[in-house]
């Protein structure tokens, strides 16, 4: 696998690193699993930091990926224990990063399977289809979903999924606990990236 490291946390748009020749970034409401994920998909215990404490992501968090890439792991929205300011701050941020970025070729989009589709969700998608961003959802902590509400939350998404232009029409499933969709999620960034994963 490519071999990948933490490269800074950028705090404002000023800071962001020199545009590669691909990048894809993870995102969803505080506490739904990015960096949990981003740990299993790269198999490192404390890659990417973990929290209880909603909002503890605060910066974009820039990992490189080979000599060509970045993975880059984005505060979430929604509640966070910080003050109005410092979030009005990331959201003005976090938009600035994913409406300019050249080299940024898909926004994963995490979604909680136990709670589903709230409002600030749909919020972002709409942002992400007036900047034409290609999104794609991913729905995380499927292990803690029963079948018959999974079926639901299913048809809602792929219901949604048909009033937004610029998201993936295919949906991906995961369990960070069970380790359940890690290497459906590699694969298809991995080939987003046009990387090998046996380099």
Known sequence: MNEISFLKGVAGIDGLPP???A???FIGRSNVGKSSLI???FERRNLARTSKTPGRTQELNFFSLG???YIVDLPGYGYAKASKDKRSDWQTLIKSYIAERRSLKRV???VDARHGLKDN???FFSFLDTYAVNYQIILTKIDKVKKTEMAKL??????KIEEHPACNPEFLMTSAIKRSGISEIRDVM???LGLNQNN
Request: net charge negative.
């Open 19 to 21: 545009d590669r020749e």
């Open 23 to 25: 990048e894809v970034c």
């Open 39 to 41: 740990n299993a998909l």
């Open 67 to 69: 000599e060509k890439s």
């Open 108 to 110: 994963f989009t995490l």
């Open 121 to 123: 969700d749909r919020e």
């Open 154 to 159: 299913l048809d809602e998404i792929n219901n």
């Open 190 to 192: 991995f080939s987003i």
